[in-house]
């Protein structure tokens, strides 16, 4: 295990999205990220996130794209959205699975929240897929409440998926 401050944490820019991209399709999909407990290999089995679109993330100034570092690779990551009107959206919070239950999570949520405070955001909102009872109940033991909204999952699947939608008061 990692020591919590050997860590370094700051926003990530284009130039980090050949190193974010395993990272993040290594904590959600596959084998490697069924060594934690946060993953969605069971559920979901295409890529997290496009290349592509991970570097229009990085490169967009309303999106402060976090990431926890040590020894210079990422082990952690999260990007929080300003949506404007006092309200923001964290979401691809990933933590490389080997560090999960840390404490490295709870401190990116940390982080981004503050963030957002930052930015004027009195609203911090999040989006879980419903089915995902244990990582459902550890947001609302930080917080978050269901707002009672559901979303479709963005992509067909063999099973319909659907996100509910989650918020804290920062």
Known sequence: MIAPDSLSLRRSGPADAAALKPLIEGGYRGNSARRGWTHEA???EDERIAATDLAAMLADPAIHFLMAEHEANPV?????????????????LCVDPPMQSSGLGSRLILAAEELARGF????????????????????ERK??????????FPTPQPAPLYFRLFEKQL
């Open 42 to 44: 069971d559920i979901l």
């Open 76 to 92: 952690g990551c999260i990007a929080v959205t300003d949506k404007g009107g006092g309200r923001a959206y964290f979401g691809m």
């Open 120 to 139: 004027g955001a009195r609203i911090m909102e999040i989006s879980v897929i419903e089915n995902r009872h244990e990582l459902i109940a550890m947001y």
């Open 143 to 152: 917080g978050y409440a269901d707002t009672g909204a559901r979303e479709a």
